[in-house]
Structures are given as structure tokens and as C-alpha cells.
């Protein structure tokens, strides 16, 4: 049986900045939520084009803000994924 692989890239990332990533951070591993952690991403570092093959897990984890605080602004981001034999 062959498997599909998995290609993650990002057009766009900006998350918050902290430390270690423990605030906003987006986190990536194979398979599911125990399976081999593949990065863990927070601020303006933006994944490399991710590829694995079956499956892959996201987590993205955003810190509570204070919504009248406008001097805290980060876009998010923006990914796509794509399917290959």
C-alpha cells in the first residue's frame, strides 16, 4: 500500500513573541497529539515547508489578550497543505 505525503507550507506566520513559545505557538507532529514532534513555531518564525508521509497533527495554542490593548498585534497565519503519491 503507498501512502500519501503530506506537504505543509506557510504563505504567512506572525504569532506573538515569548518566550520558549509557551504563549502563542503553533505546534506540529506526525500522526496525532503523541506521535514525533516535527517544531514547534511562535513569532515571526515561519516553517519551512513541512513534508511527511500519512498524517500530521496541528495544535495552535493562542494566549488570552486584553482586547483594548492595541500595541499587541500579530496577524496569524496563513498555510496550505497539499497531497502527494
Known amino acids: 500500500m503507498v501512502s500519501n505525503h503530506i506537504t505543509l507550507s ?9 518566550e520558549n513559545c509557551n504563549t502563542d505557538y503553533l505546534e506540529i507532529r506526525r500522526h496525532n497529539s503523541s506521535g514525533k514532534l516535527l517544531g514547534v513555531y511562535c513569532g515571526k518564525n515561519k516553517p519551512i515547508n513541512i513534508t511527511h508521509e500519512g498524517s500530521m497533527w496541528l495544535m495552535y495554542k493562542g494566549s488570552k489578550l486584553d482586547t483594548s490593548d492595541t500595541t499587541i498585534t500579530a496577524k496569524g497565519f496563513y498555510g496550505e497543505y497539499s497531497l502527494s503519491k
Open 10 to 18: 506557510f504563505i504567512y506566520f506572525e504569532l506573538l513573541e515569548s
